[in-house]
């Protein structure tokens, strides 16, 4: 297992970082299913392509967080959680946790799409979609 170290000079390139500062913005790292979850979501979305992931997280239909929500402390335990998550998503070692889910709300929203399906998974109040 190789480590890598990300400080402030190199976190606004790596696509872990970017990955991971989506996830932490969308689910608050509330816990480890859910951040596992989020990740599974964001991969199926990319339809298992590394290189698809960057368009799928800066996809405003899917994510509604606003930029300043990117900006996130990187020594912060929940995005460093959200990182590491983030990495093993990349390298394609982590299972699917939402059910093969390529489209997400939380449960105080529902959107106009959100009406006519049916949801597949429920953590912590995120509602993920197949």
Excluded at 55 to 69: E, G, M, N, P, T
Excluded at 82 to 110: E, P, W, Y
Aim: proline fraction near 1%; charge should be negative.
């Amino acid at each position: 297992m190789q480590l890598e170290f990300i400080n402030a000079s190199n976190a606004g390139t790596s696509l872990a970082h970017a990955v991971a500062a989506v996830v932490y913005a969308e689910t608050g790292a509330k816990s480890l299913r859910v951040v596992e979850a989020m990740c599974s979501m964001i991969y199926n979305a990319a339809e298992h392509k590394t290189e698809n992931v960057k368009r799928v997280i800066h996809d405003s239909k899917l994510f509604a967080h606003s930029k300043s929500d990117l900006n996130i402390d990187i020594t912060n335990h929940g995005f460093q959680m959200c990182l590491r998550v983030a990495r093993r998503m990349l390298h394609g070692n982590l299972q699917d946790a939402c059910n093969h889910a390529t489209k997400f709300h939380s449960a105080d929203t529902i959107p106009d799409w959100a009406m006519s399906r049916g949801y597949v998974a429920d953590i912590d109040d995120i509602l993920f979609y197949a």
